[in-house]
């Protein structure tokens, strides 16, 4: 057999008579993502899952639980796991303390990994990566939840020398960040996603800009399982709904969970079963919504938080509402600048810890209050603490500075300045709105 699964979440099988590589295995089952907030949409059928425990490679894109799950890892013991050359290095560094076999890919470089299948690794400064796989000369870009930042016109070139290209790629109405935000009088704000824009064009613009003929919908099949992120559902997309909207004239579309045969093209539909939602109470996971910070909680916060240049010199406080108490962390910025995050003390100790506060925000049961904000990019304080800080080890000005170089001599003069020049057209409009979904639309068509 030569071909390609995608099953999962963000999970593709490829073979070469044998299954040799799976990306992103998170299994499901017991072992759900970001605080228990996260299962599967649907099961991995028993041959998919015997196939990647088979697979001679298993390849990690980031650090999130959907993608790089610690239960799902244990599971994985003896494998040959591949990563991006990540600047900061830190998923290398901390598999390699628990004993896990790493091989670094280096950065946009061909390696080969059997006679008929090759790949290329992208690392992305957000601590993401993207992976071109070869295969009988058929090539799939994965971009899982990445992104083509800093690396569009690369992967347009070599996309086009080829006759037939796939996309896999994190799309939908927009739930998988974070959504669960409240006005300063307690009231929910009704996030983006409730617009429903149809996702089968932003898959068709995509596919459009990066000049791919075939688009697969990746990276995007979770539910909610919390009582107090459950409401969150509502937000979800639903299977059906991935092609509405699609430009079916111009480009394939192939239902998510497919198997796509690379000798003949045929694609054949796997059909796993939905999972059934069993809502989990907070305490379940670890939480009480009553539980106070200890005494020496608030200091480990605010060493967490202050270190980081970015976040201490741009917001003025950082308040904590655990247990119905409010615990601020006093910072250095602009006068009433700050966010309110009610949240339970067990996750918010546990994302301090071990420095994962994006598993706090993606899993939408912490509520959040913005002063003086318009949205958590600002300032780029999500970027300071999760992906530079968390992920990429970055605390000071110094160091960002070198990270940003570095990203910057990978990615080439033209892909930088191109998607810096996206994000000044987009910084000043409200994400989702109307005119910033205009204008996002016009800067792809005009890379055509």
């Known amino acids: 057999m030569l071909g390609v699964s995608t099953i999962g979440n963000a999970i593709l099988i490829a073979y070469d008579d044998n299954p040799i590589l799976a990306t992103d295995p998170w299994f499901g089952d017991e072992n759900p993502a970001y605080f228990g907030s996260w299962g599967l949409s649907h099961r991995i059928p028993p041959d998919c899952k015997a196939d990647i425990l088979n697979a001679k490679y298993i390849w990690f894109s980031h650090g999130h639980p959907d993608h790089l799950n610690t239960g799902s890892l244990e599971q994985l013991r003896g494998k040959n796991i591949l990563l991006g050359d990540h600047v900061g290095g830190r ?12 091989a670094i890919l280096p950065d946009r470089q061909w390696v080969e990994l059997s006679p008929n299948i090759r790949v290329l690794c992208i690392t992305t400064v957000i601590q993401d990566s993207v992976l071109l796989l070869e295969i009988n000369r058929r090539i799939f870009v994965n971009l899982n939840d990445a992104g083509s930042r800093d690396c569009s016109l690369l992967i347009r070139r070599i996309v ?4 037939y290209s796939y996309l896999l790629m994190l799309s939908g109405y927009g739930d998988t960040d974070m959504i669960n935000f409240y006005d300063e009088d307690g009231a929910l704000i009704i996030p983006e996603a409730a617009i429903k824009f149809p996702v089968g064009k932003q898959l068709s613009t995509a596919a459009r800009g990066l000049g791919i003929k075939s688009v697969i919908p990746f990276s995007s099949f979770h539910t909610y399982q919390r009582s107090d992120s459950i409401w969150a559902q509502n937000y979800v997309t639903p299977l059906e709904d991935y092609s509405n909207g699609f430009d079916h004239e111009n480009y394939q579309y192939i239902a998510p969970f497919s198997h796509i045969d690379c000798a003949t093209g045929e694609v054949t539909a796997l059909d796993p079963p939905s999972t059934e939602t069993v809502v989990r109470s907070p305490e379940a996971c670890g939480d009480n919504w009553s ?24 917001l003025s406080f950082l308040n904590f509402r655990v247990g119905g108490r409010d615990n601020f962390v006093r910072l250095d910025g602009n006068k009433e600048r700050g966010i309110t995050f009610e949240v339970p003390r067990h996750s918010l100790m546990m994302a301090v810890e071990f420095e994962v506060f994006d598993d706090l925000l993606i899993g939408n049961f912490m509520k ?4 003086k904000m318009r949205s958590l990019y600002d300032d780029d304080f999500n970027f300071a603490v999760t992906k530079f800080g968390d992920n990429g080890r970055v605390s000071t000005y110094r160091e960002l500075d070198n990270y940003l170089k570095e990203y910057r001599r ?27 979904r205009i204008a996002q639309r016009i800067y792809w068509t005009a890379r055509l």
């Open 160 to 163: 086009a020398n080829y006759r």
């Open 91 to 102: 998923i290398a560094v901390d598999l390699r303390k628990q004993g896990f076999q790493i």
């Open 410 to 436: 990978r990615a080439g003069a033209a892909d930088w300045y191109c998607q810096r020049a996206s994000q000044m057209v987009t910084a000043h409009l409200p994400r989702g709105s109307p005119i910033y």
């Open 291 to 314: 539980e106070p910070l200890e005494r020496s909680d608030l200091a480990k916060i605010s060493n967490y938080l202050r270190k980081k240049d970015l976040v201490r010199n741009k």
């Open 368 to 371: 959040t209050t913005l002063h």
